[in-house]
């Protein structure tokens, strides 16, 4: 899964499981140019590294590998990857088996020029804070994420504002990308727990 559909993954997400381990891990922001303040974001690209090597094994080993939720961010605000146009900042927070993202979104930027005169889609315009929470997990090296609830600046967004958005914003963009989202694991990932604070990735 492409980075796009990875973020949506987190918009609509970034499954710990589908963001972080599905990164295209040679691409770096050249304008991070300091390796040294964002150490934790290095530590992360190695596990990264580690899980793509382990996959392209015969026999993977089988340990998990644990990425912790303040690597997770660091390597999002790090320069390691480009997020996608209208985004801002994400922070991720993890708890059992669920995912809280929070995001900062130009709307104006994200819908790149596209226009509705649909009332529920008013409220897409401008800059605002996003939180998105959904239910995540991997199993038999499928990821699953369900999106229970969007909130706008502190406010809930209605569920068929938010269907809405999605289908005219999104999927076009992304057409397997959706509120309820299905997608198989790369690297012969087989299980991906989201835990407090804390993603455990295995493979076989």
Do not use: C, W
């Amino acid at each position: 899964m492409k980075s796009g559909t990875a973020f949506f993954a987190i918009l609509l997400l970034l499954a710990l499981a589908a963001s972080a381990t599905q990164q295209n891990t040679g691409a770096r922001n050249s304008s991070d140019s300091s390796g040294s303040s964002h150490r934790l974001a290095a530590g992360m690209q190695s596990k990264l590294e580690y899980i793509q090597q382990n996959g392209s094994r015969s026999q993977p080993d089988q340990r998990p590998t644990v990425i912790t939720e303040d690597e997770a961010n660091d390597y999002l605000a790090s320069g390691y990857v480009k997020l996608p146009q209208g985004v801002k900042k994400v922070k991720l927070q993890g708890a059992s088996g669920a995912i809280t993202a929070f995001l900062t979104v130009n709307f104006d930027e994200l819908k790149a020029g596209q226009k509705s005169s649909n009332p529920l889609l008013g409220m897409f315009s401008g800059t605002h804070d996003v939180t998105v929470e959904s239910d995540a997990k991997g199993v038999s090296r499928e990821g699953t994420v369900n999106v229970k609830s969007v909130y706008l600046d502190g406010t809930e967004i209605p569920r068929m504002a938010l269907e809405f958005f999605v289908e005219h914003y999104i999927t076009p963009k992304y057409p397997n990308v959706g509120l309820d989202s299905q997608f198989q694991l790369p690297n012969r990932i087989d299980t991906a727990t989201v835990g407090y604070h804390k993603l455990t990735v295995t493979q076989k």
